[in-house]
């Protein structure tokens, strides 16, 4: 298939082009000049500035994978996201009326939900967002969801929790996410500090996991016209647990205590434990068992190699 994945210097674009360059012709879209970040005779770089640069030979494409986001910090920024959404508005558009275009997945967030999870999280709840980021998520969804299209085209929307790993190249901006940011500072400063408690409740899932599942939809044939998945690890834990399994590989591979310090103003807020339901992506088997120690393992040996 020929995959157009945008969003191409960030974090997930890249992992996901590299493990569908496998059997795929995949074009990483970028703002940033990206050429040659992956040694790759199936995976093409495409520099543009603006919607104003979109052509219909640029996006058509069998699968167009929507991974282009600004961060939570940056979706306050009423410029930043008004730019972000008219360019998601275009690209959706465009594809709608393409005649090749048989599917646009858009990697959303669980965060369209709610940015205060309780209970039992499935597909099918009503959606609350308080953050700008779940907010413009939102907006995203549902732009896609109404949208007529002239070719059949599947929409498929993934709610993803927070995903974490080894980026394919320096220019990946995820280094203010938790897990990669203790990473990076146990090996630049020899010690880890959080900005919180650490008992707040996450659900983490390996990014390798992720691309299995964006993998396994992108050739599923059998899918409706548009689709809602949950994309995670099914299990919420605690930042400092999550933290101190990293650790205990971090002090193994560096051959030395790494210290922890806590910021704990938020000790008097209550922790809440969650589930987001996978079960979707597991009935319908596009997600093997998660791999926790191999991706920490290749995120530790990144930092090793760039930060050291």
């Known amino acids: 298939m020929r995959i157009l994945i945008t969003g191409g210097s960030g974090l997930l674009a890249g992992r996901l082009a590299k493990f569908l360059s496998k059997h795929n012709s995949v074009t990483l879209l970028s703002r940033k000049n990206i050429k040659n ?83 039992l999280i499935t597909e099918n709840m009503a959606v609350n967002p308080s953050s700008d980021y779940g907010k413009l998520k939102n907006e995203i969804e549902t732009y896609l969801r109404v949208k007529k299209s002239a070719n059949n085209m599947s929409k498929i929307i993934l709610r993803i929790t927070n995903g974490y790993g080894y980026p394919i190249h320096n220019l990946s901006d995820c280094w203010n996410l938790v897990v990669m940011n203790i990473c990076k500072q146990a090996i630049e400063n020899g010690e880890i500090k959080l900005k919180s408690s650490g008992q707040a409740y996450k659900d983490f899932i390996p990014i390798s996991t992720i691309a299995k599942v964006v993998n396994a939809i992108a050739i599923d044939e059998n899918l409706e016209s548009t689709e809602i998945f949950n994309v995670s690890s099914g299990k919420s834990s605690k930042v400092i647990d999550f933290i101190m399994k990293i650790n205990e590989k971090l002090e193994f591979k560096l051959s030395k205590k790494i210290k922890i310090s806590l910021n704990n103003l938020d000790n008097a807020l209550p922790a809440s434990n969650f589930t987001i339901d996978n079960s979707k992506i597991k009935n319908r088997q596009y997600m093997d068992e998660l791999d926790h120690d191999e991706e920490i393992n290749k995120l530790i040996d990144f930092c090793i190699n760039n930060f050291k």
Do not use: C, W
């Open 37 to 119: 970040i992956l040694e790759a005779d199936s995976v093409y770089t495409m520099h543009y500035q603006n919607q104003n640069d979109f052509n219909q030979d640029i996006i058509d494409h069998d699968i167009i994978i929507h991974a282009s986001s600004p961060n939570a910090i940056d979706s306050k920024d009423i410029n930043i996201s008004k730019r972000y959404l008219e360019e998601t508005k275009t690209l959706i558009d465009m594809a709608s009326i393409s005649k090749n275009v048989k599917k646009f997945i858009f990697l959303s967030s669980i965060r369209v939900v709610s940015d205060n999870y309780q209970g």
